[in-house]
């Protein structure tokens, strides 16, 4: 619905569904720094054109989500090297920008692309974004698994569920994940996940600010159960513990090259690459 300012209502967004804006608000800020972390033009076009209260989320001059969509750029860019003509599905997309940005850089224009989120978001998507014909949407939840037969897997097919997976319960989580290696072998599946105490913390949503709290984050694995997923899910071939990449700041820099050090197994956020047979 646009208002009187011309702009998209972004209030239709409720829940875990809002928290894309939260997001949106991060990569875009990001991407008006000159010596910014990401190259996202579509983020700042989508938050001008967005009628919202985006100052309720707090501080959102942040670093971390625009690390993790430099990230998932990069595996998903990696599989499209291989698989110039594969199908990449978005599972509960949100406001992200990532085809654009894919397609803007050096992978070639041959990869198809589907999005998968609740109608709302769909909505706000179709109204505010190009539709390139490689584009599809669903608007479905990613837990109706009807999506699946809408992807064509001859060329290659890699899943992202990216700011996903932590808002289901485990069962509804490992359930998707269990499906998908069951359903695209050959194909990857990429995700992220908090650190496994945030399930704890987070059991009645987390305050960013004063006006806004974070829904619950219910479901967290720790790096040891990640790794077990070659041997807990039928399909997973290999499973990738990923690194973050390199931010701004020597502080931030020493962090990212400590975490993966057995002391932080428990306090450490995870990005997750699986590998299906």
């Given at each position: 619905m646009t208002g009187a300012s011309g702009k998209v209502n972004g209030s239709a967004l409720t829940g875990v569904s809002e928290t894309a804006l939260m997001t949106l608000q991060?990569?875009?800020?990001?991407?008006?720094?000159?010596?910014?972390?990401?190259?996202?033009?579509?983020?700042?076009?989508?938050?001008?054109?967005?009628?919202?209260?985006?100052?309720k989320f707090g501080y959102t001059r942040r670093q971390d989500m625009a690390l993790r969509a430099k990230l998932f750029d990069r595996m998903t860019g990696n599989y499209l090297r291989a698989h110039p003509r594969a199908?990449?599905?978005?599972?509960?997309?949100?406001?992200?920008?990532?085809?654009?940005?894919?397609?803007?850089?050096?992978?070639?224009?041959?990869?198809?692309?589907?999005?998968?989120?609740?109608?709302?978001?769909?909505?706000?998507?179709?109204?505010?974004?190009?539709?390139?014909?490689?584009?599809?949407?669903?608007?479905?939840?990613?837990?109706?698994?009807?999506?699946?037969?809408?992807?064509?897997?001859?060329?290659?097919?890699?899943?992202?569920?990216?700011?996903?997976?932590?808002?289901?319960?485990?069962?509804?989580?490992?359930?998707?994940?269990?499906?998908?290696?069951?359903?695209?072998?050959g194909g990857q599946m990429m995700f992220d996940l908090p650190p496994a105490f945030f399930a704890f913390l987070t059991r009645k949503g987390m305050p960013t600010s004063r006006r806004y709290r974070v829904p619950p984050m219910p479901f967290s694995l720790t790096p040891a159960e990640v790794a077990d997923l070659v041997n807990t899910v039928p399909g997973v071939r290999t499973v990738r513990d990923l690194p973050m990449p390199q931010g701004r700041g020597l502080a931030l820099n020493a962090l990212v090259r400590a975490q993966h050090l057995p002391i932080f197994d428990r306090v450490r956020p995870l990005v997750v690459l699986l590998e299906f047979g």
């Open positions: 991060v990569r875009a800020h990001e991407a008006r720094r000159p010596d910014g972390l990401i190259d996202d033009p579509m983020a700042v076009q989508l938050v001008d054109s967005i009628d919202f209260d985006f100052a199908t990449v599905v978005a599972l509960a997309e949100g406001l992200q920008t990532s085809f654009y940005r894919l397609d803007a850089a050096d992978f070639g224009h041959e990869f198809r692309w589907l999005s998968v989120d609740l109608d709302p978001m769909i909505e706000i998507r179709n109204q505010l974004l190009p539709k390139p014909a490689r584009v599809t949407q669903c608007a479905q939840s990613a837990l109706d698994f009807s999506w699946m037969d809408q992807v064509d897997t001859a060329d290659g097919v890699f899943i992202t569920a990216e700011g996903l997976l932590m808002y289901l319960q485990p069962d509804e989580a490992m359930s998707l994940i269990r499906a998908c290696a069951q359903r695209f072998p």
